[in-house]
């Protein structure tokens, strides 16, 4: 079962904004949108770019390094690098595009918590 850890307090996550925080010993990427809080692992599944220096627009977040994008509602790819053509192929059949894991996370007051996946 899944147990909650506080790891940031709301002030320190305005709108629009991302931060890098450590449960364990594990990079946890924290995001809001508007209302809603999204928690996944900080680390680009395609080459380990942190994605807390990255840009967020709405729920997706953009990866500093080539440009991927994945939507932290479910983790999902939107777009895998920004290489196109053939590099984009061969970027595919070298590293298949893979989703970012997500996490739980909840607000409790003026505290935000986040659950880590099993497995
Ligand atoms: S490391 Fe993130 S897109 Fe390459």
Same mark, same amino acid.
């Given at each position: 079962m899944s147990s909650f850890t506080r790891v940031a307090e709301i002030a320190e996550l305005p709108d629009g904004t991302m931060k890098? !925080?450590? !449960?364990?010993?594990?990079? @946890?990427? @924290?995001?809001?949108?508007?209302?809603?809080? *999204?928690?996944?692992?900080?680390?680009?599944?395609?080459?380990?770019?942190?994605?807390?220096?990255?840009?967020?627009?709405?729920?997706?977040?953009?990866?500093?390094?080539?440009?991927?994008? *994945?939507?932290?509602?479910?983790?999902? !790819?939107?777009?895998?690098?920004? *290489?196109?053509? *053939?590099?984009?192929s061969a970027a595919k059949l070298l590293k298949s595009p893979k989703p970012l894991t997500t996490h739980e996370i909840k607000v409790e007051g003026n505290g935000i918590f986040v659950a880590l996946k099993e497995g």
């Open positions: 890098k !925080v450590t !449960v364990g010993e594990k990079e @946890i990427l @924290i995001a809001r949108s508007g209302s809603r809080y *999204f928690a996944a692992d900080d680390r680009c599944p395609h080459m380990n770019g942190d994605l807390s220096l990255g840009t967020l627009s709405g729920t997706v977040v953009t990866c500093p390094v080539h440009h991927s994008q *994945f939507d932290l509602t479910d983790g999902r !790819v939107v777009r895998w690098t920004d *290489f196109t053509g *053939f590099k984009l």
